[in-house]
């Protein structure tokens, strides 16, 4: 059965502090690992990683991703309030029918 | 550019009534999925498509039936509604790409069972 573990499952930090959140996998035949944002509403797409070793950057965040050791994870710096949010992870296995698999999601909540 | 569409945006059942959830997309995407989002659970998948015709069920599909007769509609049907079924419900729809998927979701659906 897929796997997907975040932690921390929440954190609380102040405006300016840089946070990690970090994310696991145990799937069979990955194909991509993906981060989201979701406020109130649908998640919101962050990234796509499938190589190993190469960080995405947009704007104050970045992921990696560590295809050998089964994980990744989503950097955020001079964190915002507006940087409040869950953040989930999912990975999507291949073979012949291609789905996700969600973590539980971190709660991030960034204090001013 | 409408997206994915879902509707109703909320509604409250009685136990044991029926209801659908629609969902449509606009972008000719093979790929359609539903998803349930309960607190600190993150997303579990229901039922998914990989195009008009074929279903498949995912992690969670006791009491749900889904069909896929079109490309651009996924509807979702709760047979006879439980309180358990009290959730957050978003369609998803993507197209395989050489890499991977990028998923797009509807706005969700909040369904409340009593």
């Known amino acids: 059965e897929d796997k997907v573990v975040q932690s921390p499952l929440s954190l609380v930090v102040h405006e300016g502090d840089t946070v990690t959140l970090n994310c696991s996998y145990e799937?069979?035949?990955?194909?991509?690992l993906l981060w989201y944002k979701q406020e109130k509403k649908a998640p919101t797409f962050l990234f796509m990683l499938t190589s190993s070793g190469i960080e995405k950057k947009s704007g104050r965040l970045s992921s990696i991703l560590d295809k050998k050791e089964l994980f990744s994870i989503l950097n955020i710096t001079a964190t915002q309030t507006g940087d409040s949010a869950i953040y989930l992870c999912a990975v999507e296995a291949g073979g012949s029918n291609y789905k996700l698999t969600f973590g539980k999601g971190t709660l991030l909540t960034v204090n001013p | 550019n409408a997206g994915v569409t879902q509707t109703p945006k909320f509604q409250v059942l009685k136990t044991g009534q029926s209801m659908t959830l629609q969902c449509a997309q606009d972008?000719?995407?093979?790929?359609m999925s539903w998803y349930r989002q309960d607190p600190g659970m993150g997303l579990r998948l229901i039922h998914y498509s990989v195009g008009a015709g074929i279903t498949d069920q995912g992690e969670v599909p006791n009491g749900y039936n889904v069909s896929r007769s079109t490309t651009e509609d996924f509807p979702l049907r709760l047979l006879s509604a439980a309180p358990s079924q009290t959730s957050v419900y978003f369609c998803?729809?993507?197209?395989?790409?050489?890499?991977?998927?990028?998923?797009?979701f509807g706005e969700g659906s909040w369904l409340t069972v009593v």
């Open positions: 998803a729809s993507s197209r395989r790409g050489l890499s991977g998927n990028t998923i797009y």
């Open positions: 799937v069979t035949n990955f194909r991509s």
């Open positions: 972008m000719n995407h093979e790929y």
